[in-house]
């Protein structure tokens, strides 16, 4: 028994000067999320956070619940903001913030216009749809006042029929545009918020997490049996997998109609649309940004890793090059058009 | 297949058990298919320059044996060489020189691109060759005889905890112990467990952890600040030393399941209070046998102190291109081979004092600190040039540090550099003071022993079971 006790002890000092060890030097990062009823999994405060995937990302959420510099929600009249709603290509955990399209962007606008003060704000979140970024935009993003607001697309977000049980989700209700917050009684955010204070204080229970969710998937033959059950990987143009999309759900016609009823909201295309897709905003009069060939495939190769996947050093120049010279009309539009209704 | 994989696992798991149940003959069955079919893994087609090498060598050496006359055996030692030299000179070497070439009669308006082949580099080549060199030299020079068992000698050269990172044996280390194959004694399999869970802590949770930092800043350097640059320099050194002495850790600790004691290849060398004492403790295996294979066959200090120098760059030289075909591993054997000179020069007749520092008062332990420091220093700016893949990533590495660039992230950077540097200064510390590589074993405590063990091994599963491995630094060499 004395043994047994002696084990235990010694196990569980190893175990937590292990912990400090992981998390001092960044092996991975403590949980980034919290569990929150309205806006679901969303990001916790002042958090750093470490990320390797095609690229190496180092970084962290602000104060305020976003990532990257932090702006308070309130803003004053000669501030100029500009929020980034969309997926992980928004996120940017591929590169750090000071190379991302964001800062690039605000860099830009910033050189363009001396007079007013530019902010530029990351509200990206991986995996999110249309459906979650206008429920996002909704609870949280709307609270930051931005004058621009910038919904990150791709053709897959237009006949998207899924929904998540973690976040919130629209849905239609006799025409009408609804928001469903009954995620929060279900089963898996239940779950999920019993175990979050153990994955936020420790990275160890986050493998133990991660570990089970990946028990369930087909990666355990990969992880186990190597290049026996191992998946090629290829690239594949964007624009060539999706550019069959012919429809555009009626959920997500209803979050257009009502975007567009809010000023200076536009539809950034993260690929090339479908026709059916740009011919429905054209007819809707919906404002949209295309980003001219953004699909190629030398902005989206990762020397490093010698992978395909979200927008590299130059996909990212790139974009926050096209998003400035299109911004940079449209603010002085704005700008103007402000003018003349104060005068 | 990698030691740092469970695929590997799962195959020792198969091999240990029929291995424990075997007879001595049919053991050394088990393990060379088992050998053959962990080096077949990477690639088949491979096998079959380890069996071209293995088959000359093993009959050149029986000939050797047998005559006498000092030019037929001189003869006999060339086609050795020529075999060896041979393969690793087309498998690893061939388009390098092309290049070089080619870049050399651009200037004279010719262009020899179309002689490339890209030919693929097999794993552990540079490895394996030279064991079975060391082998044939040994029998050259007498200083032991050839095996008859082709059995053994195959083996030998074949042998899967060392086959394709080292260390690189000597046969009159290995050959007895797989001449006699047994199982393990309760305290080699105790040690051995522990050499493969802290292997593999350090390849996985240190080496591994540092690289994927390192990997993106040196490919990039130009997008990265100052402290980044440094962080990542340093990050490298460690994740090198983790890696490689945490592979040879595993290596150790395979061969010590199966009976067999494989040489230490690292004895702290970061602890090193100057560079020759640094080359006493860094991949030893190597080291010992360019000296014992190279200096000394080209006259070693026997002929004047320029020509030991000279002996000295030499090898250094052929030490880095051994690393690498390219040249920037040159210009790292290069500085080694200086940074040796000068502090030969600098000894005049006096000797190295080899074994382990004992400190009596605080000057002494602040005279140590200085030294390793300057040591650590020094061997941190050779591993720029080892690690740069080309001249334009060291000069930019430089002069983005020169010409300083702040981060937002130094203080990050800076604490997580520690942080490792912590770690891995820990283990030395402990294997320097126990003179012990499995020092957990030294504790009293039973329970406190197997606590430790087995929490480090429960973590380094957990990472490894979410991230993808990385193969061992070494095994492009």
């Known amino acids: 028994m004395k043994n047994v006790f002696i084990f235990i002890v010694a196990f569980v000092i190893t175990l937590l000067l292990l912990e400090v060890y992981l998390q001092q030097s960044e092996v991975s990062a403590l949980s980034v999320t919290k569990n929150d009823d309205i806006l679901g999994i969303t990001l916790k405060s002042d958090r750093r956070l470490i990320f390797f995937n095609e690229g190496f990302y180092i970084g962290g959420i602000n104060q305020y619940g976003y990532y990257g510099e932090g702006y308070p929600p309130y803003k004053n009249d000669n501030t100029i903001r500009i929020a980034l709603v969309g997926d992980s290509y928004v996120e940017s955990h591929q590169l750090f913030d000071r190379y991302s399209f964001r800062k690039i962007l605000e860099k830009n606008l910033q050189r363009n216009f001396k007079k007013q003060k530019i902010e530029v704000l990351n509200f990206g979140m991986s995996g999110f749809n249309l459906n979650d970024d206008y429920c996002y935009y909704v609870n949280f993003v709307k609270k930051f006042n931005p004058d621009f607001v910038l919904f990150f697309v791709s053709n897959e977000d237009f006949d ?184 | 297949m990698l030691f740092n994989s469970f695929i590997f696992f799962i195959f020792l798991g198969i091999v240990l058990p029929l291995y424990y149940i075997s007879t001595r003959n049919v053991k050394k069955i088990i393990l060379l298919v088992a050998s053959y079919i962990f080096y077949g893994y990477w690639d088949y087609r491979f096998t079959s320059l380890l069996l071209i090498s293995t088959i000359v060598d093993y009959f050149v050496s029986l000939s050797l044996e047998k005559e006498n006359n000092l030019l037929k055996r001189k003869k006999l030692l060339l086609i050795s060489m020529f075999t060896n030299l041979g393969i690793l000179g087309i498998f690893k070497y061939y388009d390098f020189f092309i290049e070089s070439f080619s870049s050399f009669a651009e200037l004279f308006g010719s262009n020899f691109d179309y002689l490339h082949l890209n030919i693929i580099l097999p794993v552990g080549i540079s490895f394996y060759t030279f064991q079975t060199m060391s082998y044939t030299i040994d029998v050259y020079r ?26 690189i044996e000597r046969a009159s280390n290995l050959l007895p112990q797989i001449s006699k194959l047994t199982i393990p004694r309760k305290e080699q399999i105790k040690k051995g467990t522990v050499l493969i869970v802290f292997g593999l802590f350090k390849k996985v949770l240190i080496g591994d952890t540092t690289g994927r930092i390192v990997d993106h800043i040196f490919s990039q350097p130009h997008l990265y600040m100052s402290v980044e640059l440094i962080s990542a320099l340093i990050l490298f050194s460690i994740q090198i030393y983790a890696d490689f002495s945490g592979y040879s850790s595993i290596a150790r600790g395979t061969a010590k399941l199966l009976g067999v004691e494989l040489m230490k290849n690292f004895e702290q060398p970061y602890l090193s209070r100057n560079i020759t004492e640094f080359w006493r403790r860094w991949h030893i295996s190597l080291s010992s046998w360019l000296k014992d294979y190279l ?48 502090h030969k020069y600098s000894l005049g007749n006096k000797k190295i004092v080899k074994r382990n520092y004992h400190y009596d008062n605080p000057k002494g332990l602040i005279g140590f600190i200085s030294k390793t420091l300057l040591t650590f220093i020094l061997v941190l700016f050779t591993w720029l040039f080892f690690r740069a893949t080309t001249f334009t990533i060291a000069f930019d590495f430089i002069n983005r540090i020169i010409h300083w660039h702040s981060s937002e992230f130094a203080l990050r950077f800076i604490k997580i550099t520690f942080t490792f540097l912590i770690m891995i200064i820990l283990f030395d510390c402990f294997e320097y003071k126990t003179g012990h590589h499995t020092f957990i074993l030294l504790l009293k405590s039973k329970p406190i022993q197997y606590a430790v063990i087995v929490a480090m091994f429960l973590v380094t599963f957990l990472f490894m079971f979410h991230t993808k491995p990385l193969p061992f630094v070494y095994f492009q060499f």
């Open chain 1, 160 to 343: 998207s029929t899924s929904t998540s049980d973690r976040r919130p989700q629209c849905y239609l209700n006799n025409d009408s545009l609804k928001i469903d917050y009954s995620f929060n009684k279900k089963r898996n955010y239940i779950h999920r918020k019993k175990t979050a204070w153990f994955r936020g204080k420790s990275i160890l229970m986050g493998w133990i997490y991660k570990a089970k969710l990946l028990i369930k998937t087909s990666y355990v033959c990969e992880i186990f049996f190597d290049k026996f059950c191992s998946k090629d990987y290829k690239w594949k143009q964007n624009s060539e997998s999706k550019k069959d999309v012919h429809k555009i759900s009626k959920v997500i016609k209803a979050i257009i109609t009502k975007v567009k009823k809010s000023k200076n909201t536009y539809f950034v295309g993260k690929e090339p649309l479908s026709i059916v897709i740009k011919e429905y905003l054209q007819r809707e009069r919906k404002n949209f940004i295309s980003l001219a060939n953004i699909d190629k495939k030398k902005y989206h190769f990762w020397k490093v890793s010698g992978k395909y996947g979200h927008w590299n050093f130059e996909g990212h120049k790139e974009v926050g090059r096209q998003l400035t010279d299109t911004l940079s009309i449209i603010i002085k539009n704005y700008l103007s058009q402000r003018k003349n209704i104060h005068n």
């Open chain 2, 142 to 167: 007498k200083k032991m005889h050839a095996t008859k068992s082709f059995m053994d000698f195959a083996l030998f050269v074949s042998f899967f905890p060392q086959l394709v990172a080292g260390p």
């Open chain 2, 295 to 342: 200096y000394i066959s080209l006259g070693g200090n026997r002929k004047g102190k320029s020509r030991t120098y000279v002996n000295l760059m030499i090898t250094m030289l052929l030490g880095g291109l051994w690393h690498g075909a390219s040249w920037n591993f040159v210009i790292w054997g290069g500085l080694h081979g200086v940074y040796l000179a000068i």
